[in-house]
Nanobody, 124 residues
Framework: QVQLVESGGGLVQAGGSLTLSCAAS????????MGWFRQAPGKGREFVAA????????SYRDSAQGRFTISRNNAKNTVDLQMNSLKTEDTAVYYC?????????????????WGQGTQVTVSS
């Protein structure tokens, strides 16, 4: 059974940092693009960041650029999202996703696999 399991969410003050991790199991994802999405209360799911299978290409939403860093470890089948300078508007459930197509992952809401999500709450 293929699974993506997120961890690392929690409560943090504005200006603080969190690192989210996503562990994939069931098969190797070393040939897939991986990414992070989020959904705030009352809003639709939105793209946050994506990384290509080899890690040579990354993409961020504008508001995450310069504050968030996505990275992956294909040997461990994991992808991380380092989030710095967090703002209250970053509060959301964060989802890990995997897709065979990097451009599709970063441009659409489509993904082959999704995790269950982890809550990130940023207090003022």
């Amino acid at each position: 059974q293929v699974q993506l399991v997120e961890s690392g969410g929690g409560l943090v003050q504005a200006g603080g940092s969190l690192t989210l991790s996503c562990a994939a199991s069931g098969r190797t994802f070393s040939s897939d693009a991986m990414g992070w999405f989020r959904q705030a209360p009352g809003k639709g799911r939105e793209f946050v960041a994506a990384i290509s299978w080899g890690g040579t290409a990354v993409s961020y939403r504008d508001s995450a650029q310069g504050r968030f860093t996505i990275s992956r470890n294909n040997a461990k089948n994991t992808v991380d999202l380092q989030m710095n300078s967090l703002k209250t508007e970053d509060t959301a459930v964060y989802y890990c996703a995997a897709d065979h197509d990097f451009n599709r992952l970063r441009s659409t809401q489509a993904a082959d696999y999704w995790g269950q999500g982890t809550q990130v709450t940023v207090s003022s």
